[in-house]
């Protein structure tokens, strides 16, 4: 069964028309908060002079950004339990938020080095992720396909991602233009498995850890494809 799924009557698929656009309206919509407030938090932290404190902390030592990817990796698991919380809508937005903040931190050091460039890298790399979720979602919508089946080769696609990342902290792997393109097809899978999600295997009081789960990809995406922007110039 797939993680989401309910065996009650309550799954979105299972409902009449007005109440699947409901949910998935909500759900979008929270997407859009979570993204402004993800632009928002960056946009404080990129104008708080930061810059020495953050790359000091991560030139510390060759495992700091490791040590960072292992924390982010905990509280995202954390904080999407508390976005499915089926007892409390509060923690719901909690684990949202929680999300939201962590993406930000983890973003910020790659997003300090685009600052600096001066051919508006993050700019471009943000008007083609919008672009690519919008065809994705459309793509889901239109066609009406699950792409649940997607889950499996996702997680074991996240785990050999993992491994390789972790590998290129102790033997000479460069995670270059190639990995970043690859990144981008597992993000775009990662969108239409969540959106295909949101239609079929979501409950209808999830939209709060449906969004999450979107964001979730999206953020994924933008990261790798400001990376492949980066590579380039």
């Given at each position: 069964?797939?993680?989401y ?14 109440t699947?656009?409901?949910f ?10 979570a ?113 649940s ?32 393109a ?25 939209h ?26």
């Amino acid at each position: 069964m797939n993680p989401y799924e309910s065996p009650t009557f309550d799954v979105v698929a299972a409902q009449d028309e007005t109440t699947r656009v409901s949910f998935v309206r909500k759900t979008y919509w929270h997407l859009a908060g979570a993204v402004a407030a993800f632009a928002l938090i960056e946009y404080m932290l990129l104008n708080a002079g930061l810059e020495n404190s953050v790359f000091s902390l991560l030139g510390a030592s060759k495992y700091s950004w490791l040590m960072v990817m292992g924390a982010f990796m905990g509280v995202s698991w954390i904080a999407e339990k508390w976005a499915n919380s089926s007892t409390s809508l509060g923690m719901q937005y909690f684990g949202l938020s929680v999300y939201v903040v962590a993406q930000a931190l983890i973003m910020l050091p790659l997003l300090m080095i685009a600052n600096g460039m001066e051919n508006g890298v993050i700019a471009k790399a943000g008007m083609v992720t919008v672009a690519m979720v919008l065809g994705l979602t459309l793509i889901a919508f239109t066609t009406r396909k699950d792409f649940s089946f997607l889950g499996g080769m996702l997680k074991i696609g996240g785990m050999v991602v993992i491994g390789v990342i972790v590998a290129s902290f102790f033997l000479p792997i460069t995670l270059g233009t190639w990995f970043s393109a690859l990144m981008i097809l597992f993000a775009s899978g990662s969108i239409l498995y969540s959106t295909s999600n949101i239609m079929y295997h979501y409950r209808t009081t999830q939209h709060v850890a449906a969004s999450l789960s979107l964001f979730a990809g999206v953020a994924l995406l933008f990261w790798y494809v400001l990376r492949l922007f980066m590579n380039r110039d």
